[in-house]
């Protein structure tokens, strides 16, 4: 029987994939597994018993993930799952920074009571003029899961894209539809574009990519899409940019207080994700990727360890090993196991920690186990079955 905590409201229709062998906990002591969406765990003590953290969600700046790794805690995402709630609002953002949508709105709820608000309109509308999407050059820092369809879907927008991502995945090249501009330098997409949107994760490379010195490359008039992290861009000098002419609309979906109320800026709260197909969606991915790592040993889509894959367990057994990426891991394994036979095996490293899953012939004995666990280097030993 495995334990799981939710704590975040998860939808049901994820939690409904858990099967009879796992029951709901409400305190994390008692917990193999937790599913966590906005709760801050970083103040958080971990019990021993804790096996894996999945995020029902992208992003993981919620979740203490080299710590984790130190004790053996798995972290998972759900990348993909909430893309096409973002890719819409993506649109939206679009929409309202080339149409004043919003502006025009606002006017017409004010004319509550007017009973001439049919004749003010056809005066007024044209303050609230715009342009169209079709023919504009739309620029994507990022071709993800979210950046792969916000490209596709512009190009039936009638949108000339322009993608760039020199990390792209194979899978998500496959995505891509043939219409798009593959960019191997971020400058030209600062230098053509009348549109950007950037879907990149927040790390050291890319905090605040857009900058002063970017904005300076693009045209002017440009519309900047942030739906990502606020982080990645240089708010302060949009703001400066946007005062200055240079830059036309600021699209953001994260409310502070550098853009909150600011002339030229719109900001939604941090609505990206938040659709009901996305946390459906979302909890189904992490449900998955829980049974499969608690029941298998497998790990799909995980931030702090690599993933591997054995598929479902036939041997009579099976061994998780968590340990540090160095050199000669799966010789002291082996030596230990002499006696064993290994039928199967799978040796995979992300960074500092690697992770090894070894079918057996025979359920091996406590003394093995400790022998396993006392190899220098090793974080931790699980039996899988």
């Known amino acids: 029987?495995?334990?799981?905590?939710?704590?975040?409201?998860?939808?049901?229709?994820?939690?409904?994939?858990?099967?009879?062998?796992?029951?709901?906990?409400?305190?994390?002591?008692?917990?193999?597994?937790?599913?966590?969406?906005?709760?801050?765990?970083?103040?958080?003590?971990?019990?021993?018993?804790?096996?894996?953290?999945?995020?029902?969600?992208?992003?993981?700046?919620?979740?203490?993930?080299?710590?984790?790794?130190?004790?053996?805690?798995?972290?998972?995402?759900?990348?993909?799952?909430?893309?096409?709630?973002?890719?819409?609002?993506?649109?939206?953002?679009?929409?309202?920074?080339?149409?004043?949508?919003?502006?025009?709105?606002?006017?017409?709820?004010?004319?509550?009571?007017?009973?001439?608000?049919?004749?003010?309109?056809?005066?007024?509308?044209?303050?609230?003029?715009?342009?169209?999407?079709?023919?504009?050059?739309?620029?994507?820092?990022?071709?993800?899961?979210?950046?792969?369809?916000?490209?596709?879907?512009?190009?039936?927008?009638?949108?000339?894209?322009?993608?760039?991502?020199?990390?792209?995945?194979?899978?998500?090249?496959?995505?891509?539809?043939?219409?798009?501009?593959?960019?191997?330098?971020?400058?030209?997409?600062?230098?053509?574009?009348?549109?950007?949107?950037?879907?990149?994760?927040?790390?050291?490379?890319?905090?605040?990519?857009?900058?002063?010195?970017?904005?300076?490359?693009?045209?002017?008039?440009?519309?900047?899409l942030n739906f990502a992290r606020d982080l990645l861009v240089d708010e302060e000098a949009v703001i400066a940019a946007i005062e200055a002419g240079k830059v036309h609309r600021y699209v953001s979906d994260f409310p502070n207080p550098v853009t909150v109320g600011k002339k030229g800026v719109i900001v939604t709260p941090h609505l990206g994700a938040s659709t009901a197909e996305s946390e459906d969606n979302c909890a189904v991915m992490a449900v998955k990727e829980l049974k499969n790592f608690m029941e298998n040993g497998n790990i799909r889509n995980s931030v702090n360890y690599p993933n591997c894959d054995l598929g479902i367990c036939q041997a009579e057994a099976r061994l998780a090993i968590y340990h540090k990426n160095v050199k000669k891991m799966i010789s002291r394994f082996a030596d230990i196991l002499a006696d064993t036979n290994i039928k199967n095996m799978s040796n995979t490293s992300k960074g500092d920690y690697a992770y090894t899953l070894l079918d057996l012939d025979s359920v091996v004995s406590e003394e093995i186990l400790e022998r396993l666990k006392a190899v220098d280097g090793v974080i931790k030993v699980r039996i899988v079955k």
């Open 1 to 224: 029987m495995y334990q799981y905590m939710c704590l975040n409201p998860i939808s049901e229709v994820g939690l409904q994939r858990f099967t009879e062998d796992y029951s709901k906990v409400d305190s994390m002591e008692a917990a193999d597994v937790v599913l966590v969406r906005s709760a801050s765990m970083h103040e958080m003590e971990f019990p021993e018993n804790l096996q894996a953290i999945a995020r029902a969600g992208a992003g993981v700046n919620n979740i203490p993930l080299d710590r984790c790794a130190e004790q053996g805690i798995v972290v998972f995402n759900t990348p993909g799952a909430n893309a096409n709630g973002v890719k819409e609002l993506v649109f939206a953002g679009m929409l309202m920074a080339a149409r004043d949508v919003i502006g025009g709105a606002n006017w017409v709820q004010n004319q509550a009571g007017n009973e001439d608000v049919a004749k003010a309109t056809e005066k007024e509308k044209k303050k609230f003029a715009g342009r169209e999407l079709m023919g504009k050059k739309l620029g994507i820092i990022g071709l993800g899961a979210i950046g792969v369809q916000v490209a596709n879907t512009a190009v039936h927008f009638g949108m000339d894209v322009y993608g760039y991502d020199p990390y792209i995945s194979i899978d998500a090249a496959w995505n891509l539809s043939r219409n798009i501009h593959h960019i191997n330098d971020v400058n030209e997409i600062y230098r053509e574009c009348d549109y950007i949107t950037i879907h990149v994760p927040l790390m050291d490379a890319t905090r605040k990519m857009i900058n002063a010195d970017a904005i300076q490359l693009m045209k002017d008039h440009v519309v900047i």
